[in-house]
């Protein structure tokens, strides 16, 4: 009977006395012709069929299209694990005999054979992605509020139409009667066929006409214009118009279709679909005068995660605008920092200089409790002026960093911050610096290198970070043994599953029956992330935008991308909530959590987390050919 088995891929793989074992405890059934598996919209049988003999016919649709399954093929894999209801019927075409594989085998083959599991990996994406969203619709923040799914809306449920239009070369006192008799605030320019061009607000007039004291007769839309504006389709999700609002600063997004406006998100629609309250926090940033203010003002930032997690953002939606919010209220402080040097009659900055945010921070994956990593490069100075340069801002580095700290960004227990010498660089010494990591085989560079490797630019001159960046790639490109080096050390550290694939939890007191998210998992999984992707030189720090990339590149295939993932989604919102909860009884958040306390799924989508993790690592020391 076992040579029956390894017929079937990819059992054939199996050990011996594996598929020997299988052979004795796997039951065989026969259905006679004509009768039926399974019925679509059935539950589960949770097994997997695999054909001995006879052909079972797959009948999908209101067509009624037929699949034939014959010996040495299986069916029922799409629901195997899931315990969904079938998506198709399965009806013997002749007699049909089948080994029935039941669930509980089936997940331990996955478990304990990496072959099984690669052939099977549409099957576990879609278990991981299934269980995470139902996660989703459980979470325990529900009884705070909303219980619609605001952030999984799209663009053209909430944006105005039609669209106010006007032609490059109307004059502005045209335009003034135009907002006043149609009671609006913008207009979107456009040519002659429809095609946007840029975009006039209130705004525009009173800083570029009134402010500046111009002859209104002479000038037209053309010449105010902001060009481009930001710009969405109808199709985007509600999340990313908020994203876009943060980042531009602005009060208006155009929401196009061939180039052409079909309607206009303002920040009274956001307000208005009670999105959260990150345009308020943003405001809130833009006007305080001080620490004290800002650190008011960043209290705020909890409550929009909490709002996000019950209004079923994602993990990465909360990530990017947390970090996004955080990107705003660091550049307030540098403002305000570079004012209270000119007040102590230390002037303005005495060279180009770029503030870079690293680490979580520097991927948009921000999440409560996160410390601050931040460097600050300058652009090359005398060897007489050093001294005083790196004096200067050594000290708008310590305004800084307390303020981040005052606001929710502990102090990096590692010191890795712009207040320390060696986070504080010129262009030139910072190349020599990441030349030393590359070719320094020792356990403390790797650290430091992979921290810096996420960095991105938040202030000042970006020539500086992109020409940092497009230096460390060429580092990476000419130095081939600093893959393998890396991918050595990540590879050290093993997600911690027993033999069963269960997770080992802490035996120490402090952290008893507990495991650590971010260093059991999270930090593996964006580790062996980054290195894929500094093999092929993507530029992209945040862990799904590099992902994505991956899969572009042929790095890493479609199925596999998409089951990282999901667990770095689930991870991810574990530890946000978490660590939210410990945050609101008035405890430090540590990114510890305790299993006993999740639900039975949710406790099945952190197990099945790891264990893509698990094979990730296992895919990236195939790759690199660790050993």
């Known amino acids: 009977m076992s040579l ?27 259905y006679p012709k004509g009768s039926f598996v399974f019925v679509e919209g059935e539950k589960s049988q949770d097994s997997l069929f695999l054909v001995l003999s006879g052909v079972a016919e797959i009948i999908t649709g209101k067509n009624g299209a037929v699949r034939l399954r014959s010996q040495g093929e299986f069916f029922g894999e799409t629901v195997v694990l899931t315990g969904k209801r079938y998506p198709a019927s399965s009806k013997a075409q002749s007699d049909l005999t089948c080994y029935v594989l039941g669930k509980e085998i089936f997940e331990n083959l996955l478990q304990n054979y990496q072959e099984v599991a690669l052939y099977f990996n549409r099957v576990l994406t879609d278990r991981l992605w299934g269980l995470y969203e139902e996660m989703l619709q459980e979470q325990p923040y529900e009884s705070f509020g909303l219980g619609f799914d605001r952030f999984k809306q799209k663009v053209y449920d909430i944006m105005s139409t039609p669209v106010e239009t006007c032609q490059p070369h109307t004059p502005i006192n045209d335009l003034a009667r ?9 207009m979107v320019v456009v040519d002659p066929n429809g095609i946007m061009l840029g975009l006039v607000s209130e705004r525009d007039f009173i800083s570029k006409v009134l402010a500046r004291d111009s002859n209104p007769s002479v000038i037209t839309a053309v010449d105010i214009m902001q060009q481009p504006p930001p710009t969405l389709t109808a199709n985007a999700f509600y999340y990313q118009a908020l994203l876009t609002m943060l980042k531009s600063h602005g009060k208006y997004i155009v929401v196009t279709e061939h180039a052409r406006p079909i309607g206009i998100v303002t920040i009274g629609d956001l307000t208005r679909a009670r999105i959260t309250n990150s345009i308020t926090i943003v405001r809130d940033i ?13 209290k705020q930032i909890n409550d929009t995660v909490a709002t996000m997690i019950r209004e079923k953002a994602t993990a990465s939606e909360i990530g990017e605008v947390v970090s996004e919010l955080y990107d705003i209220l660091t550049r307030r402080l540098l403002l305000l920092a570079e004012n209270l040097m000119v007040e102590k009659g230390l002037g303005r ?4 200089y770029c503030w870079l945010t690293m680490g979580s921070g520097g991927r948009e994956e921000l999440t409560p409790s996160s410390d601050q990593d931040n460097a600050i490069v300058y652009a090359d100075v005398s060897l007489d002026e050093e001294e005083e340069i790196r004096n200067y801002f050594k000290e708008l580095a310590d305004y800084v960093t307390e303020g981040l700290e005052l606001c929710g960004l502990i102090k990096c227990p590692g010191n890795i911050m712009s207040t320390n010498p060696e986070w504080c660089r010129s262009i030139t010494n910072w190349k020599k610096t990441v030349y030393k990591w590359a070719n320094t085989p020792d356990p403390d560079a790797v650290r430091q290198f992979t921290i810096f490797l996420d960095f991105r630019p938040v202030y000042g001159q970006e020539y500086l970070a992109h020409a940092l960046r497009d230096y460390t790639l060429h580092v990476f ?3 081939p043994t600093l893959f393998h080096f890396l991918t050595s050390d990540t ?13 080992i939890l802490e035996k120490n007191k402090d952290h008893k029956n507990e495991v650590d998210l971010k260093r059991a998992a999270g930090v593996l999984l964006v580790d062996c992330i980054r290195i894929f992707a500094m093999w092929k030189s993507v530029v992209e720090v945040n862990t799904l935008a590099r992902l994505k990339k991956l899969v572009e590149f042929e790095a890493i295939s479609a199925d596999d ?9 689930s991870l991810m919102m574990f530890r946000m909530r978490e660590n939210l909860r410990k945050l609101s009884l008035g405890f430090i958040p540590d990114n510890y959590i305790n299993p006993t306390n999740l639900s039975e799924r949710e406790r099945s989508v952190m197990r099945e987390s790891f264990v893509a993790v698990d094979r990730l690592q296992n895919v990236t020391r195939a790759a690199f050919q660790i050993k």
Do not use: M, W
């Not at 135009?178 to 913008?186: A, G, R």
């Not at 833009?286 to 003002?297: M, T």
């Not at 991308?561 to 989604?569: M, R």
């Open 491 to 503: 590879l050290s550290h093993r997600v911690p599953l027993n033999l069963f694939k269960n997770v």
């Open 477 to 479: 490109r000419n130095t």
């Open 561 to 569: 991308a998409e089951y990282f993932e999901a667990a770095f989604q």
């Open 286 to 298: 833009e006007l305080a005068g001080s620490i004290s203010e800002l650190a008011q003002a960043s």
């Open 349 to 352: 900055p005495p060279v180009d």
């Open 4 to 30: 029956k088995l390894k017929q079937f891929k990819p059992f054939d793989h199996l050990p011996e006395n594996v598929l020997l074992e299988l052979s004795q405890t796997i039951p065989i059934k026969t």
């Open 178 to 186: 135009l907002f006043t008799k149609k009671k609006i605030s913008s």
